[in-house]
């Protein structure tokens, strides 16, 4: 079976820190660019990082800037998101994507998405 699954969300306070897994199952991950993606009740999908398969070349959207961290084990088939100084506002559930695309056409407009989570629930509050 070809999947995604992420983990490492809950409840945690203003300012704290969490660490998002995605791990795959039935396929590499070697091959694709991985992304993280985040909706809020009431809001669209947007996209937080991504990552891609080649280079390393990472996108992020400003909004995260200099907050989170996205990186990539192959040999574990995992990508992580490390999310510091977190605020309410970055309160969604978060999914991870894997796709063909370059890292900004994948976390702009989500171009070329083979795979998705079925995303893991971030609560910043206090």
Aim: charged fraction near 15%.
């Amino acid at each position: 079976q070809l999947q995604l699954v992420e983990s490492g969300g809950g409840l945690v306070q203003p300012g704290g820190s969490l660490r998002l897994s995605c791990a795959a199952s039935g396929f590499t991950l070697d091959y694709y660019a991985i992304g993280w993606f985040r909706q809020a009740p009431g809001k669209e999908r947007e996209g937080v990082s991504c990552i891609s398969d080649s280079d390393g070349s990472t996108y992020y959207a400003d909004s995260v800037k200099g907050r989170f961290t996205i990186s990539r084990d192959n040999a574990k088939n995992t990508v992580y998101l490390q999310m510091n100084s977190l605020k309410p506002e970055d309160t969604a559930v978060y999914y991870c994507a894997a796709s063909w695309a370059t890292v900004r056409a994948m976390c702009v407009t989500f171009t070329g998405m083979d795979y998705w989570g079925k995303g893991t629930l971030v609560t910043v509050s206090s």
